[in-house]
């Protein structure tokens, strides 16, 4: 695993989404997503909404390092605020 | 009746989800380390946080060879797709003429990309190639590896060359699996050549066409072999586009550390367009289910 040139911070990112998309399978296990139609016009499932947050975030973090030089967990505020809007409304 | 729910269904998938784990997810984990560190060989890093991504994104570098990406895909999106429909809308229905043509347009798709790379280095030379000598003995002045302008013609000359039989054989697809009382309702109406591809052809051929401009574009954003075989990325950076661009930072210059930077950003572009595409595709189906 040494070639990998693993480090604590990615480790923990790495296990963070694993855990998440764990618990997004268990989850829709226990209780199916049905499809509904957002703000976007596409029909999406719980699924979707996880990719489209997850894609955003990551596009939200490399606009605010390119653009400011603020520190980055202003980036990670963003992000969970985008993910609640698009749980609910797309 | 009741149905019967197995969750156990999944472990078929098993098999696939180790074989994408080695061959994409382990690699993509490593790419990720990296651009978060520094190397100067034997395996040894140091940890910089977010320095590569900042140097990227607030150099003229990546936006450059961002920006000749996304023209050379528009270019090449522009001629090839009205030019596929056109060649396919001029081929034989049925016939021998038809199988002909089929195995002659599927010919430069088999031709390797390295392979295509040096025919048109040879053909466009102005000393030995057929394109470069007759356009130098018509007074056109005409040198690739010298001029930007042709660097881009030839570039994109040979990306049509190579790839328009693929949309046109889509196109060709498409157009054949409309069925034929949709041409007797249109003779009964007495519509035009142009009405009927309008209003008949060319919505039945969306679907096609959408996977057409799909591979087009992802290929095309991916380009590598071919302009690195013709031009090397120059004359100058003319032609470097990002995967170019790419190699040369992470294998010429060995800078691991922005490489790996430079690769997840193009990486997630390419994620972002995959995905609008494949929800396009995917509404587009169910609208056509709907109708």
Redo the contacts between chains.
Sequence with gaps: MEWMAWTLPTAIFFLSIGALLIGMGLLHMKYPSTPRVGVLGIETMRGDRLFISLLSSAFINLAWIGLLDAPQYGALIICGLFAIFVFRWV | MEKTVN?RAWLLVLPVLVLVAFSSI?PM??V???S??D?FGE?I?F?VG?EW??EL??SERLWDALGRQLLFSFIILMIEIPLGILVALSMPKKGISASICLVLMSLPLLIPYNVVGTIWQVFGRADIGLLGRILSDLGISYNYSQNAFDAWVTVIIMDVWHWTSLVALLAYAGLRSIPKPYYQAAMIDQASRWSVFRYIELPKMRGVLMIAILLRFMDSFMIYTEPFVLTGGGPGNATTFLSIDLVKMALGQFDLGPAAAFSL?YF?VI??IS?VFY?VM??ID?DEAKQ
């Design positions: 969750q382990i984990m490593t990720v380390n990296y978060f560190q190397s395996n890093f940890w977010l991504y900042q994104l607030r950003m997630l994620l972002l995905y929800t995917i509404t169910k």
